[in-house]
Structures are given as C-alpha cells and as structure tokens.
C-alpha cells in the first residue's frame, strides 16, 4: 500500500532541505506530482509475480526457451532513481523459469 500523503509530506521535506521555496509556482504542486509518480511506479510491488506467471501451456517438447530483449523499467532500491534494460531468460518446459546461464539473475544498478 503506497501512503501518497506520506510521500507528499518527504518530498516537501527535500524540497525545504535542498534549499528550495515550495511556494514557487513552479515547484508549490511538485509534492503531489511525486506522490502521484511513486504510487504508479510502486504499484507493482503489491502484485505476486507467482500469480502473474501463473498460466502455462504445454507443448510436448522439452528443449529450453529463450527469451530475449523483454524491455524492463524499475527504480534503484539503493538512490530511488528509475533505470531500465533489457532482459533475457529462459526456461524449459517444465514452467520454472531459470536465469540464462553466465547471466546475473536479477536487474540492479
Ligand atoms: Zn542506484
């Protein structure tokens, strides 16, 4: 659950510290924009991955796939600054999916 009044609150909080007039015109709504920017980025983190890779097909075969170029967008855990890349998995057909060999198994900046 994202408290966006929490949020709206640090921002403004930033925004004094760094020295800045939050009744400007152009950042007195910069508060809510944040707060309304984290909750979509954030949104994702109530979401069970295990619920989204929930569905699955059989195919009767049982060499490994490979999926390459899946575009991803997140946010560094470590700045709160948004990156993204690319990805490539694969998986056999047993629906685990697995990290392509010689490649890290997660995205991290
Ligand atoms: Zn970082």
Do not use: W
Not at 64 to 92: N, Q, T
């Amino acid at each position: 659950m994202i408290d966006k009044d929490r949020i709206k609150t640090a921002t403004a909080s930033i925004i004094e510290a760094i020295g800045q007039d939050l009744s400007t015109e152009n950042i007195k709504d910069t508060p809510q924009r944040v707060a309304d920017m984290y909750a979509e980025l954030f949104s994702g983190l109530d979401i069970d991955p295990k619920v989204e890779l929930a569905t699955g097909f059989e195919e009767g075969h049982h060499e490994m796939v490979i999926l390459k170029d899946i575009p991803f967008y997140s946010m560094c855990e470590h700045h709160l600054l948004p990156f993204y890349g690319v990805a490539h998995v694969g998986y056999r057909n047993n629906c685990q999916a697995s990290p392509t060999p010689g490649k890290n198994d997660k995205a991290d900046c």
